[in-house]
């Protein structure tokens, strides 16, 4: 692809985040913010864009954060180890906690994705309440939001858990990639020429999650709709506007 195109796309993917932050009201002049940081192409995509925004949004601080869940040995360290050495390439602060999620797990009777999540987001709010961080960052984008619509369809959900990933939670945790699709992302990446660690348990098919982005949305895509993760993600978004709706009608017989 010529410089120029690889240009283009990049400065639009940017575009789509500043719009993203505008339309949510995701940033606030001199909000200090905390980026989740794994290592992985979609956070640290996330952390260079929000470097790139900082001076435009007035954003008094940027700061990174990494939990080593030891998981996976010597690769778990190693992504650490990258983060690290990315947050001092950009300059900015660097917070690290290494947690054993199986221990926790076993001792709490979760599973793992679920003790993950739980360990990861503590630490997040532990640090930000510690440090006077007003908002934490997470690089969720459009395609986890799919995957995770179908893993409740697939469970049984109602219709709470088809309104999909906020996109802001409590005014505090954003996620400004949420209109953005996991190949977007990538180009990016690719533009930047920015590096990024894989996590090889994204593979494993022993997981739901994996088992959805690996085979059903592929199969979707092919034999029934090529648009399928943007239809769902309007699905979710027309779910959780009826919700709005139906709570904001309710409310004032209740009161």
Same mark, same amino acid.
């Given at each position: 692809?010529?410089?120029?195109?690889?240009?283009?796309?990049?400065?639009?993917?940017?575009?789509?985040?500043?719009?993203?932050?505008?339309?949510?009201? %995701?940033? $606030?002049?001199?909000? @200090?913010?905390? +980026? !989740?940081? =794994? /290592?992985?192409?979609?956070?640290?995509?996330?952390?260079? *864009?929000?470097?790139?925004?900082?001076?435009?949004?007035?954003?008094?601080?940027?700061?990174?954060?990494?939990?080593?869940?030891?998981?996976?040995?010597?690769?778990?360290?190693?992504?650490?180890?990258?983060?690290?050495?990315?947050?001092?390439?950009?300059?900015?602060?660097?917070?690290?906690?290494?947690?054993?999620?199986?221990?926790?797990?076993?001792?709490?009777?979760?599973?793992?994705?679920?003790?993950?999540?739980?360990?990861?987001?503590?630490?997040?709010?532990?640090?930000?309440?510690?440090?006077?961080?007003?908002?934490?960052?997470?690089?969720?984008?459009?395609?986890?939001?799919?995957?995770?619509?179908? %893993?409740? $369809?697939?469970?049984? @959900?109602?219709? +709470? !858990?088809? =309104? /999909?990933?906020?996109?802001?939670?409590?005014?505090?945790? *954003?996620?400004?990639?949420?209109?953005?699709?996991?190949?977007?992302?990538?180009?990016?990446?690719?533009?930047?020429?920015?590096?990024?660690?894989?996590?090889?348990?994204?593979?494993?098919?022993?997981?739901?999650?994996?088992?959805?982005?690996?085979?059903?949305?592929?199969?979707?895509?092919?034999?029934?709709?090529?648009?399928?993760?943007?239809?769902?993600?309007?699905?979710?978004?027309?779910?959780?506007?009826?919700?709005?709706?139906?709570?904001?009608?309710?409310?004032?017989?209740?009161?």
């Amino acid at each position: 692809m010529p410089a120029s195109q690889k240009d283009y796309r990049s400065n639009k993917i940017s575009k789509t985040v500043e719009r993203t932050l505008i339309d949510y009201e %995701m940033v $606030l002049p001199g909000d @200090s913010i905390l +980026v !989740g940081v =794994s /290592g992985g192409p979609d956070s640290v995509a996330l952390l260079h *864009i929000l470097s790139e925004l900082t001076e435009k949004f007035s954003i008094g601080r940027l700061a990174v954060c990494h939990l080593n869940h030891s998981l996976r040995g010597k690769d778990s360290d190693r992504d650490a180890e990258f983060v690290e050495s990315l947050s001092e390439k950009l300059h900015l602060p660097f917070y690290l906690k290494k947690e054993d999620v199986r221990r926790y797990r076993k001792t709490h009777k979760l599973s793992l994705e679920d003790a993950a999540r739980r360990v990861r987001y503590t630490f997040y709010h532990a640090l930000a309440r510690e440090n006077g961080f007003s908002k934490i960052a997470l690089g969720h984008h459009s395609d986890d939001n799919a995957e995770l619509l179908l %893993m409740n $369809l697939i469970r049984g @959900s109602g219709s +709470v !858990g088809f =309104s /999909g990933i906020a996109a802001v939670r409590d005014n505090q945790i *954003i996620r400004p990639l949420i209109r953005l699709k996991r190949t977007e992302i990538l180009h990016y990446l690719n533009a930047k020429n920015l590096k990024y660690r894989i996590d090889k348990s994204n593979d494993d098919k022993r997981y739901l999650r994996n088992r959805i982005r690996r085979e059903l949305i592929p199969l979707l895509e092919t034999n029934y709709n090529p648009r399928i993760v943007e239809t769902i993600n309007r699905f979710a978004s027309i779910i959780k506007s009826e919700d709005q709706l139906l709570e904001s009608a309710i409310t004032p017989f209740f009161d």
